[in-house]
């Protein structure tokens, strides 16, 4: 009779996907902020720092996959909204998102 050896969890890959879940709670705060920003400046700032999170989550779900294709779920999709969202906001688009003189209050 065989038995199974029930491999022991690789601390690696579990600080990858902690790592994961921390950089998709900083993109959905990132997204937020974008939302909430009314100056030009705060906005552009909110551009890219959502695509430089969005790029760190990327990169830790190739190295998730590199480690252990088998173990990354369908809930990790690529990070971010789709493109149409704000993904790829060219800088001239800024000041035509209506902002006003005075900063943003974010929460």
Request: aromatic share 6%.
């Amino acid at each position: 009779m065989m038995f199974s050896k029930k491999s022991k969890p690789d601390p690696e890959l579990l600080a990858l996907k902690e790592e994961l879940q921390t950089a998709q709670a900083d993109l959905a705060l990132a997204y937020r902020q974008f939302d909430q920003a009314l100056d030009p400046e705060l906005v552009e700032s909110c551009i890219y720092q959502i695509s430089a999170v969005k790029a760190r989550c990327n990169y830790l779900i190739r190295s998730i996959k590199e480690h252990n294709p088998e173990t990354v779920p369908d809930r990790f999709p690529a990070a971010g909204r789709p493109a149409d969202a704000i993904g790829d906001v060219p800088a001239s688009s800024l000041s035509s998102r209506g902002g006003s003189e005075g900063g943003a209050a974010w929460t």
